[in-house]
Nanobody, 124 residues
Framework: QVQLVESGGGLVQTGGSLRLSCAAS????????MAWFRQAPGKERELAAA????????NYADSVKGRFTISRDNASNTVYLQMNSLKPEDTAVYYC?????????????????WGQGTQVTVSS
C-alpha cells in the first residue's frame, strides 16, 4: 500500500512558476513509476509528466514540454513537478500517481495509487 500526499498548488499569474511536491509513504517508493496527471473541469484526466523508477527516463505531454520538469528523490520518497511559464490552460487539479509498471508511457488506468489532488489556477 502506498499513500501519496500532494502539496504546492495555488494561484499564480500567467508566466509564473509553481513547484508541486508529492510525498509517498512506505519503503518501496523506488519500485514505482511516478507521474503527475491533471484534470481540468469538464475534461478527461491527462498525463502531464512521468518518471521512471530510477529517474533516468521521463515522459512529458507535448503541451508541457520545455516548461515542466519532473524529478524524484528516492531517498526522501518524494516526486516533484517544477512548472514554469504557466498558462491559463494549465489550470487544473494535479494528481500524483504511482504505478508498479516500469513504463512511463502508461495511461491513467494503469496507475495503482493516487493522491487527493492539488489545485493549480493560472490567472490571465
Amino acid at each position: 500500500q502506498v499513500q501519496l500526499v500532494e502539496s504546492g498548488g495555488g494561484l499564480v499569474q500567467t508566466g509564473g512558476s509553481l513547484r508541486l511536491s508529492c510525498a509517498a509513504s512506505g519503503r518501496t517508493f523506488s519500485r514505482y513509476t511516478m507521474a503527475w496527471f491533471r484534470q481540468a473541469p469538464g475534461k478527461e484526466r491527462e498525463l502531464a509528466a512521468a518518471i521512471s523508477r530510477s529517474g533516468g527516463s521521463t515522459n512529458y505531454a507535448d503541451s508541457v514540454k520545455g516548461r515542466f520538469t519532473i524529478s524524484r528523490d528516492n531517498a526522501s520518497n518524494t516526486v516533484y513537478l517544477q512548472m514554469n511559464s504557466l498558462k491559463p490552460e494549465d489550470t487544473a487539479v494535479y494528481y500524483c500517481a504511482a504505478a508498479r509498471m516500469a513504463t512511463t508511457q502508461a495511461k491513467a488506468y494503469a496507475y495503482d495509487y493516487w493522491g487527493q489532488g492539488t489545485q493549480v489556477t493560472v490567472s490571465s
